[in-house]
C-alpha cells in the first residue's frame, strides 16, 4: 500500500487551481493609531473579512499553538511556517533547547562531546543574537550554556554577539550586554577566563538569510574569525553605548566591533584548535554562518583564514544539507509535511516570494527542507530582495512582482497549487516606522488583490488568505490594559517586534462550493489547522494525524 497516497475528499473535487497566500506579520488587533493595518487602506482585506463567520475567522499564531515553549511567546515566521506546511504542532528549537538545558542532556550529546575535545587547549567561542526575544535565541539559555560549558571544563571562552532591537525593543542591547558580562564576570572570579570578543548589529553583521547579501557574514567573520572590524574598544558596554551615540544608530544595524586589550589586541580571534558554537536555535539566520565555519570548499567571499576549528550548531540548521554536521540538540523531526504528500498525490505547485522571505515559503513550508520533493512537479521562484535598501526607504517591496508572478503562474495552468509569501507588514513592521509600514501594508493587501481576487477569478479557482503571526497591526508597547507605553524622551515605545495576536484566514474563489464554510467546532484553532484545509480544497482528506480542517461541507 502507497502510504503516501491520501484518501479522496467524499465531497469536495479535484483539479481546482488554489492560491495559498500568506501575509507576513499581518495580525487581527482592534482598532488603534498605532495598528498600520487599521489604519492603512486595506480595501481587500477589509472585504475578506465581511465573510465571517463562514468565510472568515481567527487562528492563533503564537505560543503553544505552534510548539513554542509558552504562551508567553510571540509568533514567528519559522515556526508559523513549520505550522501551516505541516499541519501538525512540533515542540520547536526554543523548547527542545529549553529541556536539554535544564535536564542537563545537552552535555551528554555527540555534539557537546565533539567540542569539548578542545577545550583543554583551545578557546570555545559562542556566537550568536543577544536577546530574550525567545526568536532566534535566548539570553537565559546563553547564561546556562555558559555556566554548564565552564563546568564541563572550558577555561577561556570567548562571546561574539549580536545586537537585536528586532524581536526586543531597540537599546535593550545596552542592558543584556550588561547582564552577560555580569555572568562572565562571575566565571572569571571562578578562573574561568571569559570575555565578550566582538559584536555587531544583527541585520548589518552575520544574520543575513537565504543568501540575501554574503556582505554580512563577512563583516561577522572579520571580527569574530579574524579579529578585524572598523571599531576598536575596551568593553563591550563601551562598545554598544559609544555606536548607539549616533542618531541614525540603532541594536539592528550596529557596525562590527572588537574587543582589544591594552595592547590594541583583539582578545578573541577564532584559531586552530578552538571549537565553535552558534548558539541560535532558529535557522535561517545562521545557516550562511554555518557554511563559512564548515565548508571546506567555499567561495562566498575570502575567509582569508579558514581555522581548523570543531563547529557545533545549537540545532542542526538544515537536515538535507546535513548543515552544520555536529550540532547540540537535535532539531524537531518535521516529516510527512502537507508539501510532500501533495507532490506524491501529483499535485503541481509553484511557490514565490522575494529573497527576504523565499525560504519561508519553501524550507520552512517544507518542514526546515531544503529543494524540492519532486522537480519534475514543483517551481520555487524569488525575486530578488533589494540589497542595502532599508525596508522602510523601499516599503512596497517586491509585493506587486511576487502578485504578477504568482498570477501568471496561475494564468498558466501549469499549476495546482500558487503559494506566496507577502513581505511587507512584517519586514516594514521590524523597522518600527508607523507611516512607513502603512504603506506597506496597503501595498500587501494590492499584491492580494491582484494576486487572488483576480486571477483565481478568472480560472475558478479557490483562495486561502491567512497570514504567519502578528507584527503591523501593533506598533507600540503597552502596558497590561493595552495602553502605549511613553519612553523617557516624551515618545510613544515603539513595538519592532512581533506579536502574540491571532491572524485571519480567509476562504473563497469560485470553485469553493458554497456550501464550504469555517466549522464552529474549533475555536481554538491554529496554524497547523491550515494545511489539511487546503489538503481538502486539493479534493483530499488529510492524514489522520494532522490537525483537523477548519471547514465542513454543509448538507443542502
Ligand atoms: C527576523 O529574523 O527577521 C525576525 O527575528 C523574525 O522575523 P520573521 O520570523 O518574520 O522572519
Ligand atoms: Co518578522
Known amino acids: 500500500r502507497n502510504l503516501w497516497k491520501l484518501e479522496d475528499h467524499p465531497k469536495l473535487p479535484k483539479g481546482k487551481p488554489v492560491a495559498v497566500v500568506v501575509l507576513d506579520g499581518w495580525g487581527e488587533a482592534s482598532p488603534d493609531p498605532y495598528n498600520c493595518i487599521h489604519v492603512a487602506d486595506t480595501p481587500t482585506m477589509d472585504s475578506l473579512k465581511k465573510g465571517a463567520p463562514e468565510k472568515w475567522r481567527l487562528i492563533k499564531a503564537h505560543g503553544t499553538a505552534v510548539g513554542l515553549p509558552s504562551d508567553d511567546d510571540m509568533g514567528n515566521s519559522e515556526v508559523g ?11 520547536q528549537g526554543a523548547k527542545l533547547v529549553d529541556l536539554a538545558l535544564a535536564s542537563g542532556k545537552i552535555y551528554e550529546g555527540e555534539g557537546f562531546k565533539y567540542i569539548q575535545e ?81 559584536g555587531g548589529g544583527r541585520m548589518y553583521v552575520t544574520m543575513d538569510r ?26 563591550a558596554i563601551e562598545a554598544v553605548k559609544k555606536l548607539r551615540e549616533d542618531p541614525k544608530a540603532n541594536d539592528q544595524y550596529l557596525p562590527p566591533f572588537v574587543i582589544v586589550d591594552e595592547n590594541g589586541k583583539p582578545v578573541g ?46 540545532l542542526q540548521y538544515d537536515g538535507e544539507l546535513k548543515l ?11 516529516q510527512r509535511t502537507s508539501g510532500e504528500y501533495l507532490v506524491h498525490n501529483s499535485i503541481r505547485t509553484f511557490a514565490c516570494s522575494e529573497t ?26 524569488e525575486i ?31 499549476y495546482d497549487q500558487v503559494r506566496v509569501n507577502i513581505p511587507n507588514g512584517d519586514m516594514v513592521g521590524h523597522t518600527g516606522d508607523v507611516k512607513a509600514t502603512i504603506i506597506g501594508c496597503k ?77 464552529k467546532d474549533i475555536q481554538e484553532a491554529g496554524l497547523a489547522n491550515v494545511a489539511a484545509t487546503v489538503m481538502n480544497f486539493h479534493g483530499f482528506e488529510a492524514p489522520s494525524d494532522y490537525e483537523p480542517t477548519l471547514i465542513e461541507v454543509a448538507d443542502n
Request: net charge neutral; with cysteine; glycine share 10%.
Open 269 to 314: 580571534p577564532i584559531v586552530d584548535g578552538d571549537a565553535v558554537v552558534t548558539f541560535n536555535f532558529r535557522a535561517d539566520r545562521m545557516v550562511m554562518l554555518a557554511k563559512a565555519l564548515e565548508y571546506e570548499d567555499f567561495d562566498k567571499f575570502d575567509r582569508v583564514r579558514f581555522p581548523k576549528i570543531r563547529y557545533a550548531g545549537m
Open 384 to 414: 530578488p530582495s533589494d540589497i542595502g535598501i532599508p525596508f522602510n526607504v523601499q516599503p512596497k517591496m517586491k509585493a506587486l512582482e511576487i502578485a504578477e508572478k504568482a498570477r501568471d503562474a496561475i494564468l498558466s495552468r501549469k
Open 210 to 235: 537565504y543568501e540575501n547579501d554574503w556582505d554580512v557574514v563577512k563583516r561577522g567573520w572579520d571580527a569574530q574569525v579574524l579579529g578585524e572590524a572598523p571599531y576598536k574598544f575596551k568593553s
Open 443 to 519: 501595498a500587501a493587501d494590492e499584491a492580494v488583490k491582484q494576486t487572488i481576487l483576480d486571477t483565481v477569478e478568472q480560472v475558478g479557482g479557490i483562495y486561502v488568505v491567512t497570514a504567519d503571526h502578528g507584527n503591523a497591526e501593533d506598533m507600540a508597547k503597552r502596558n497590561k490594559s493595552g495602553q502605549p507605553l511613553v519612553g523617557k524622551d516624551g515618545n510613544v515605545q515603539i513595538l519592532t517586534s512581533h506579536t502574540l495576536r491571532p491572524v485571519p484566514i480567509a476562504i473563497g474563489g469560485p470553485g469553493l462550493l458554497p456550501s464550504v464554510r469555517f466549522r
Open 356 to 381: 527576504v522571505k523565499f525560504g519561508h515559503v519553501t524550507f520552512f513550508w517544507n518542514g526546515n527542507r531544503s529543494g524540492y520533493f519532486n522537480p519534475e512537479l514543483e517551481e520555487y521562484v
Open 81 to 91: 511556517h513549520n505550522a501551516l506546511g505541516a499541519g501538525r504542532i512540533y515542540a
Open 324 to 334: 552544520p554536521s555536529h550540532f547540540l540538540v537535535s532539531p524537531p523531526e518535521i
Open 118 to 198: 578542545c577545550f583543554k587547549n583551545g578557546t570555545l567561542h559562542l556566537i550568536g543574537l543577544l536577546s530574550d526575544g525567545g526568536v532566534h535565541s535566548r539570553l537565559d539559555q546563553l547564561q546556562l550554556l555558559l555556566k554548564g560549558s565552564a563546568e564541563h571544563g572550558a577555561k577561556r571562552i570567548r562571546i561574539h554577539f549580536l545586537t537585536d532591537g528586532r524581536d526586543v525593543v531597540d537599546g535593550s542591547s545596552v542592558g543584556f550586554v550588561e547582564t552577560l558580562e555580569n555572568d562572565l564576570r562571575q566565571l572569571r572570579e571562578k578562573g574561568v577566563d571569559a570575555q565578550i570578543a566582538s
